[in-house]
């Protein structure tokens, strides 16, 4: 089993894998899924770089004193996000013969600038914009199959820092795209680099408000971290900021996440305990949650598409155009509901 969360514990400002959450106000950092998919690009972290890269940290350690610690998180997260190096690796992926003409010319026009706190950016540039096309793949499709032709206005909620935005403002040159968040640091990187509109989020969902609606809000990996009750109010949070006839999509850790963690391939950021009851109760209710150890209301959560389909029924007036078992990367589940 891959295991990181001891290193991360130790040093909470590494949050160098894509499976670790851009770290919101108050929350260490948390993982966020990750997939075993070895031909397509994936939330697939490769464990030898991952390991690689704690060898280094932990040879640094030996030398450096205990208090200077966080900053070798920092200086690693700089040299890593320094621009020649994420426009390299973007050059990288843009000769990959796995693209097809129209991703290339997206992702030719795509900013290769990341954010150095970025904690879904673990230093595979490759794999970070790739994930970023696969969502892509999923809004077209998604787009399509509801037959919605104008996107004037988009929320990215949560943005992060902008992982799947930057495509967006490539996909969607004319709209106007808001970045939501619940840490500043992220939003500002949006509004800086892909000229977003910022707005911020709550521990409770229920008392966001943004003063407008949109006609696509894309939610990429935050179902994956709420419990049922987060799950509903972020529903009914994306239902009252949807336009007549806007799109909803979202992606959710389903069979094949609840099929996986019980294998203990990879552990989620989960104990071994919390794995055990987990892949238990999926299987009974077509839902499961942990806590991430330490937390409170944000873990690891499994639904099924018809748990999902039960709680998207109880918000109401929500039309399914779209679902694709593994969308996202390989990983995800993804759903599209439109506003009737
Ligand atoms: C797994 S990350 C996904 C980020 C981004 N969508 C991406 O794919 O790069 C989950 C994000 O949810 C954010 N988050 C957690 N609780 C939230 C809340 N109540 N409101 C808004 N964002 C939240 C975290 O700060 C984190 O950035």
Request: aromatic fraction near 10%; include cysteine; charge should be neutral.
């Amino acid at each position: 089993m891959v295991s990181i969360a001891n290193d991360l514990a130790r040093e909470p400002n590494l949050a160098c894998c894509k499976w670790v959450a851009v770290c919101p106000v108050n929350r260490p950092p948390a993982y966020s899924g990750g997939s075993d998919k070895s031909s397509t690009p994936a939330i697939v972290f490769p464990t030898e770089d991952l390991e690689a890269s704690m060898k280094h940290v932990k040879a640094l350690k030996r030398v450096v004193p205990s208090p200077l610690w966080p900053y070798l998180g920092a200086v690693r997260r700089f040299v890593r996000t320094i621009p020649a190096r994420t426009r390299w690796q973007k050059n990288k992926l843009l000769s990959s013969p796995t693209l097809t003409e129209r991703e290339r010319k997206l992702l030719s026009k795509v900013s290769s600038r990341i954010d150095p706190g970025d904690g879904m950016y673990h230093g595979d540039g490759e794999h970070y914009f790739n994930v970023g096309l696969s969502a892509i793949h999923c809004i077209d499709e998604a787009l399509a199959a509801a037959g919605l032709k104008e996107v004037r206005t988009i929320l990215d909620f949560p943005c992060g820092s902008g992982r799947v935005m930057r495509f967006l403002r490539q996909r969607f040159p004319e709209a106007k795209i808001t970045a939501c968040e619940l840490a500043s640091g992220p939003v500002q990187f949006c509004v800086r680099t892909f000229g977003a509109e910022p707005a911020f989020s709550s521990l409770n969902l229920d008392e966001v408000s943004l003063g407008k609606q949109f006609d696509l809000i894309w939610c990429g990996s935050l179902v994956t971290h709420l419990n049922e009750d987060g799950i509903a109010a972020l529903f009914r949070l994306f239902r009252r900021h949807l336009s007549p006839g806007g799109m909803m999509i979202f992606t959710t850790h389903g069979d094949f996440v609840a099929r996986r963690i019980p294998t203990r391939d990879f552990d989620y950021g989960l104990t071994p305990e919390q794995i055990d009851r987990i892949g238990q109760h999926y299987p009974r209710e077509g839902y499961g949650f942990e806590d991430y150890p330490g937390e409170k209301d944000y873990g690891v959560s499994l639904t099924s598409p018809e748990w999902i389909r039960t709680r998207i029924r109880e918000v109401g007036d929500l039309r399914e155009v779209f679902f694709k078992e593994r969308g996202w990367d390989d990983h995800q589940d993804v759903f599209g509901f439109v506003s009737e």
